[in-house]
């Protein structure tokens, strides 16, 4: 028997080897998209981090420079000015005057109404986080915002719950700034629950609605009364 001699062909080429990764360009931006990048990025980068944390460090999560996030906002100052317009300034409903004001509804209703809109406006993480950092570390932001709340919200609570309630005026300076704490507690008891639940991790109310209609309820049914029997008696 022959012995024949088997020539086995080389191996062919297999595929099972990843192809090598395709470069995929980093996409353009025109100069509007990418600050507008910049910001919406750096919204959650100090609602993360706080005011403290450094424009080297939001560049690197941005994956630019350092000199090019500065050719879009000189400083950080001017960047915290800009999170700030975009934060509290442009998403305030300008409607929300309008409804306190409104005398085709009772109080009660309007208030319900509005508180109802503003807590969906400010129960979220990054309004409350930035909120908070903005009061331990950059007090003029909550200034600012707070000061915008007195004069288009509080004030016209205050006015509107005299007129409706046969509330005598405030006499002096004293009187109406008595009258503007109690508004602003009621108000702030909404935005606590932001708080509860995006700085103390605790649980909220399911029903948003119910709580606002309780808390307006409980408002009405004690401070007219109070601040009437108040200066009638003196």
Same mark, same amino acid.
């Given at each position: 028997?022959?012995?024949?001699?088997?020539?086995?062909?080389?191996?062919?080429?297999?595929?099972?080897?990843?192809?090598?990764?395709?470069?995929?360009?980093?996409?353009?931006?025109?100069?509007?998209?990418?600050?507008?990048?910049?910001?919406?990025? %750096?919204?959650?980068?100090?609602?993360?981090?706080?005011?403290?944390?450094?424009?080297?460090?939001?560049?690197?999560?941005?994956?630019?420079?350092?000199?090019?996030?500065?050719?879009?906002?000189?400083?950080?100052?001017?960047?915290?000015?800009?999170?700030?317009?975009?934060?509290?300034?442009?998403?305030?409903?300008?409607?929300?005057?309008?409804?306190?004001?409104?005398?085709?509804?009772?109080?009660?209703?309007?208030?319900?109404?509005?508180?109802?809109?503003?807590?969906?406006?400010?129960?979220?993480?990054?309004?409350?986080?930035?909120?908070?950092?903005?009061?331990?570390?950059?007090?003029?932001?909550?200034?600012?915002?707070? %000061?915008?709340?007195?004069?288009?919200?509080?004030?016209?609570?205050?006015?509107?719950?005299?007129?409706?309630?046969?509330?005598?005026?405030?006499?002096?300076? %004293?009187?109406?700034?008595?009258?503007?704490?109690?508004?602003? %507690?009621?108000?702030?008891?909404?935005?606590?629950?932001?708080?509860?639940?995006?700085?103390?991790?605790?649980?909220?109310?399911?029903?948003?609605?119910?709580?606002?209609?309780?808390?307006?309820?409980?408002?009405?049914?004690?401070?007219?009364?109070?601040?009437?029997?108040?200066?009638?008696?003196?």
């Amino acid at each position: 028997m022959t012995n024949k001699r088997v020539t086995r062909a080389a191996p062919a080429e297999t595929t099972d080897a990843a192809p090598a990764a395709r470069v995929v360009p980093r996409r353009r931006l025109s100069p509007e998209d990418r600050e507008h990048e910049i910001v919406q990025r %750096a919204v959650a980068f100090f609602a993360s981090n706080g005011f403290g944390a450094s424009t080297r460090d939001l560049a690197k999560e941005l994956g630019i420079t350092q000199p090019l996030l500065y050719r879009y906002f000189p400083n950080k100052e001017a960047l915290i000015d800009r999170v700030y317009e975009e934060v509290f300034v442009r998403r305030w409903n300008p409607e929300w005057e309008e409804w306190l004001a409104d005398r085709s509804m009772t109080l009660r209703e309007r208030l319900c109404r509005y508180l109802k809109d503003y807590g969906r406006f400010v129960l979220r993480s990054e309004w409350v986080r930035i909120f908070i950092y903005a009061g331990l570390n950059r007090g003029g932001i909550n200034q600012k915002y707070l %000061a915008r709340l007195r004069e288009r919200h509080f004030m016209l609570i205050a006015s509107e719950m005299r007129r409706e309630y046969g509330i005598p005026d405030p006499r002096n300076e %004293a009187e109406l700034e008595d009258e503007l704490d109690l508004v602003w %507690a009621m108000h702030s008891s909404v935005f606590y629950i932001g708080v509860r639940k995006w700085i103390y991790e605790l649980p909220t109310p399911k029903n948003l609605d119910r709580v606002i209609d309780l808390r307006v309820e409980v408002f009405l049914r004690g401070v007219p009364a109070v601040l009437s029997e108040q200066r009638r008696a003196l």
